[in-house]
C-alpha cells in the first residue's frame, strides 16, 4: 500500500495515527499536510509542532554503547584494515537484541490516539518489511573491540628509539638517531618515486647488445635466377636467398643497435632518497634497531623462531635486513677460542651464519649498509639495522651535507 492512499484512508474516515503505529514515518508527513483541507490544516500543523518531539523527534537513536550498524548501501569489508570496523566482532544472538536501537518517540509524551483504525486486509501493512524482517537484515558491529588507530610519534621524541636483543627481542638500551638522516618530514614521496624509476631503470640495463641478422644483400649466395618465370607450376623465384627459405635472409631482424635503458640521477639525489626512505620506516614505526646480527648457528629454524617474536616470517611481515659487521677473522683462530664462536666469520661485512640461515627464507632479505637502497626498503614491510649498520649510514649520508 502507498503511502498516499494510506494517507486518504485517514482523512477520509476522519483517523489520527497513534504515535506508536508503524505507519508513521518521514514520507507521510507531507503527504497529509498536502491532502488535508486548508481549514484543517493549520490544526495539523499546530497539533504536529505540539507533538513534534514525541513523532518526528531529530534527537538521536538511544542506542546500547559502541554498538554501530553498518549501512546498507556501503560495501565495507571489516577485514580491510583501513576500515572502522576492522577487528570489531559482529553482535548476534543475544548481544544483537542488546545492541538494537531504541525508538525515538519520547516514552512521556501524551498519547494522542491510542486506537488503531481497521484496515481493510490490502491495506493492512503500509511497510514491504516487517520489524522483524528488518531486524534480521541488519548488520551491527560491536566497536569496542575494533583495533585501535596507531598514530606516528612526533619529532623529536621519534628519534629516541630502542635496541633490541636478536635472541630474546628485549629492549637492551635505546639510541638517539640523527634527525639529518631518519627525522626528515614531511617525506617527499617524488623522490623515492624519481630514485625507484632510476634503479629499475639500471637493472633493466642494456638490450640486445651485439644481436644483429644478415638482410637479403649480405646472406651468402648466388643472384642467378633459380628457374624460369612460367610454365613450371611454382611460385617464380628470382634467387636463393628470400627470408621464407631455408638459409635465407632475415626479415626485419635486430641490427645490431643497442637499446639503452639507463637514466641518468644526480647522487645527491640518490642520496636524498635513501634518508626519505628511512625517514619513513620510522615514521611508520617499522624501524627496528639490533645490538648485532651474529648467530651462533646456521640452522635456518633457530633464525625463524628468533625473528617470530618480531612478527616477521612465513606468517609475519616481511623484513629487511641491513648489517655493517667488522671483520672479525683475526679472532677466529681457526674456530677454536670463544671469541671465534660468538662473532663467527665475517663476509662482505656480513655473518655467514646469519646469510646461510636467512637463504630459505623468501620474505626476508639481508644486505651490506653499502648496498641500502630505496626499492628494497619500500618493498620489505619491516627494516632491521644494527648499531654498526646506523652508524655508517649516518656517516656516509651525512657527508656533503
Same mark, same amino acid.
Given at each position: 500500500?502507498?503511502?498516499?492512499?494510506?494517507?486518504?484512508?485517514?482523512?477520509?474516515?476522519?483517523?489520527?495515527?497513534?504515535?506508536?503505529?508503524?505507519?508513521?514515518?518521514?514520507?507521510?508527513?507531507? /503527504?497529509?499536510?498536502?491532502?488535508?483541507?486548508?481549514?484543517? *490544516?493549520? /490544526?495539523?500543523?499546530?497539533?504536529?509542532? #505540539?507533538?513534534?518531539?514525541?513523532?518526528?523527534?531529530?534527537?538521536?537513536?538511544? =542506542? /546500547?554503547?559502541?554498538?554501530?550498524?553498518?549501512?546498507?548501501?556501503? %560495501?565495507?569489508?571489516? *577485514?580491510?584494515?583501513?576500515?572502522?570496523?576492522?577487528?570489531?566482532?559482529?553482535?548476534?544472538?543475544?548481544?544483537?537484541?542488546?545492541?538494537? #536501537?531504541?525508538?525515538?518517540?519520547?516514552? #512521556?509524551?501524551?498519547?494522542?490516539?491510542?486506537?488503531?483504525?481497521?484496515?481493510?486486509?490490502?491495506?493492512?501493512? &503500509?511497510?514491504?518489511?516487517?520489524?522483524?524482517?528488518?531486524?534480521?537484515?541488519?548488520?551491527?558491529?560491536?566497536?569496542?573491540?575494533?583495533?585501535?588507530?596507531?598514530?606516528?610519534?612526533?619529532?623529536? =621524541?621519534?628519534?629516541?628509539?630502542?635496541?633490541?636483543?636478536?635472541?630474546?627481542?628485549?629492549?637492551?638500551?635505546?639510541?638517539?638517531?640523527?634527525?639529518?638522516?631518519?627525522?626528515?618530514?614531511?617525506?617527499?614521496?617524488?623522490?623515492?618515486?624519481?630514485?625507484? !624509476?632510476?634503479? *629499475?631503470?639500471?637493472?633493466?640495463?642494456?638490450?640486445?647488445?651485439?644481436?644483429? /641478422?644478415?638482410? &637479403?644483400?649480405?646472406?651468402?649466395?648466388?643472384?642467378?635466377?633459380?628457374?624460369?618465370? @612460367?610454365?613450371?607450376?611454382?611460385?617464380?623465384?628470382?634467387?636463393?636467398?628470400?627470408?621464407?627459405?631455408?638459409?635465407?635472409?632475415?626479415?626485419?631482424?635486430?641490427? $645490431?643497435?643497442?637499446?639503452?635503458?639507463?637514466?641518468?640521477?644526480?647522487?645527491?639525489?640518490?642520496?636524498?632518497? &635513501?634518508?626519505?626512505?628511512?625517514?619513513?620506516?620510522?615514521?611508520?614505526?617499522?624501524?627496528?634497531?639490533?645490538?648485532?646480527?651474529?648467530?651462533?648457528?646456521? %640452522?635456518?629454524?633457530?633464525?625463524?623462531?628468533?625473528?617470530?617474536?618480531?612478527?616477521? $616470517?612465513?606468517?609475519?611481515?616481511?623484513?629487511?635486513?641491513?648489517?655493517?659487521?667488522?671483520?672479525?677473522?683475526?679472532?677466529?683462530?681457526?674456530?677454536?677460542?670463544?671469541?671465534?664462536? =660468538?662473532?663467527?666469520?665475517?663476509?662482505?661485512?656480513?655473518?655467514?651464519?646469519?646469510?646461510?640461515?636467512? $637463504?630459505?627464507?623468501?620474505?626476508?632479505?639481508?644486505?651490506?649498509?653499502?648496498?641500502?637502497?630505496?626499492?628494497?626498503?619500500? %618493498?620489505?614491510?619491516?627494516?632491521?639495522?644494527?648499531?654498526? #649498520? !646506523?652508524?655508517?649510514?649516518?656517516?656516509?649520508?651525512? @657527508?656533503?651535507?
Amino acid at each position: 500500500m502507498s503511502s498516499l492512499r494510506a494517507a486518504r484512508h485517514l482523512i477520509t474516515n476522519n483517523l489520527s495515527l497513534p504515535r506508536h503505529h508503524p505507519t508513521v514515518n518521514a514520507r507521510l508527513l507531507p /503527504t497529509l499536510s498536502a491532502l488535508s483541507p486548508a481549514g484543517n *490544516r493549520a /490544526t495539523s500543523l499546530s497539533s504536529s509542532s #505540539a507533538r513534534g518531539a514525541s513523532c518526528f523527534s531529530t534527537a538521536p537513536h538511544r =542506542q /546500547t554503547a559502541h554498538i554501530f550498524e553498518l549501512p546498507p548501501n556501503l %560495501k565495507i569489508d571489516p *577485514r580491510v584494515k583501513s576500515s572502522p570496523f576492522y577487528g570489531a566482532e559482529r553482535v548476534t544472538g543475544e548481544g544483537r537484541k542488546k545492541g538494537k #536501537a531504541a525508538p525515538s518517540v519520547n516514552a #512521556a509524551a501524551p498519547v494522542i490516539n491510542d486506537s488503531v483504525p481497521n484496515l481493510d486486509a490490502d491495506e493492512e501493512s &503500509v511497510d514491504d518489511y516487517s520489524e522483524e524482517d528488518q531486524d534480521e537484515e541488519r548488520v551491527l558491529y560491536n566497536l569496542s573491540t575494533a583495533t585501535k588507530p596507531k598514530f606516528a610519534i612526533p619529532l623529536p =621524541q621519534r628519534l629516541h628509539v630502542d635496541i633490541h636483543n636478536l635472541a630474546t627481542s628485549d629492549s637492551i638500551g635505546t639510541l638517539h638517531l640523527s634527525p639529518q638522516t631518519f627525522g626528515l618530514s614531511p617525506v617527499r614521496v617524488d623522490i623515492l618515486h624519481r630514485v625507484v !624509476v632510476w634503479q *629499475r631503470n639500471k637493472k633493466r640495463g642494456k638490450r640486445n647488445a651485439g644481436a644483429r /641478422t644478415k638482410t &637479403v644483400s649480405e646472406v651468402s649466395g648466388s643472384g642467378r635466377k633459380v628457374r624460369r618465370q @612460367k610454365g613450371m607450376g611454382m611460385a617464380r623465384a628470382g634467387h636463393s636467398r628470400p627470408a621464407h627459405w631455408r638459409g635465407g635472409a632475415k626479415a626485419h631482424g635486430p641490427k $645490431g643497435a643497442v637499446t639503452d635503458y639507463t637514466t641518468k640521477l644526480n647522487k645527491k639525489v640518490r642520496k636524498l632518497g &635513501v634518508r626519505h626512505a628511512l625517514s619513513q620506516k620510522l615514521l611508520e614505526g617499522n624501524l627496528v634497531v639490533l645490538g648485532d646480527m651474529n648467530l651462533e648457528s646456521h %640452522k635456518t629454524r633457530r633464525l625463524e623462531e628468533m625473528l617470530v617474536r618480531f612478527g616477521v $616470517g612465513k606468517y609475519g611481515s616481511s623484513a629487511l635486513f641491513i648489517d655493517e659487521a667488522e671483520d672479525a677473522s683475526a679472532d677466529y683462530n681457526d674456530g677454536e677460542g670463544d671469541e671465534g664462536k =660468538q662473532s663467527g666469520i665475517i663476509y662482505g661485512g656480513l655473518n655467514v651464519n646469519f646469510k646461510v640461515a636467512s $637463504g630459505n627464507l623468501h620474505k626476508i632479505k639481508v644486505l651490506n649498509q653499502l648496498g641500502c637502497n630505496v626499492y628494497d626498503m619500500l %618493498k620489505f614491510e619491516k627494516l632491521f639495522l644494527t648499531l654498526s #649498520a !646506523v652508524r655508517a649510514l649516518e656517516e656516509r649520508l651525512e @657527508k656533503d651535507l
